[in-house]
């Protein structure tokens, strides 16, 4: 006769197996986003040509950088690692225009892990 608690226990232990094969890639420590250009919540003269977001670490390979305006336009034409420094992202702009801006980025780490995150700064009104 096997016991309820018995029963359980193998429950915990089955669970706690698939806690491990299932471990949410959140918990996994990567050092993320060290510094961005530009800086998160900064007010610029002009939207930059180059955005530029740098890592703590190598990054794999870029899925996307978006920065788009209030009306919902995004201003970015291409992004890439940059090509001098493994753990920085360059995302090209256009159509510099004042107002605030949501950077929304996409990376996938050098183990394969995805990472994704936001920001935002604000282009002054004035001369453009
Ligand atoms: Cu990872």
């Keep these: 006769m096997i016991s309820g608690t018995l ?7 089955a669970m706690a197996a698939l806690g491990v094969a299932f471990m949410p890639a959140s918990l996994h420590a990567h050092s993320g986003v060290t510094a961005t250009t530009p800086a998160n919540g900064a007010t610029v003269a002009a939207l930059p040509g180059s ?10 390979r870029v899925i996307f950088v978006t920065a788009t305006d209030a009306a919902g336009k995004n201003h970015v034409v291409s ?39 936001t920001y935002t700064f604000t282009v002054k009104p004035g001369k453009s």
């Design 51 to 60: 955005i530029r977001i740098t890592f703590g670490e190598a990054i794999g």
């Design 7 to 13: 029963i359980r226990g193998r429950m915990a232990m």
């Design 79 to 117: 992004a890439k690692m940059d090509p001098a420094k493994a753990s920085r992202v360059l995302a090209r702009t256009r159509d510099s225009r004042p107002g605030r801006y949501r950077v929304q980025w996409k990376v996938v780490a050098t183990d394969g892990h995805a990472q994704a995150g």
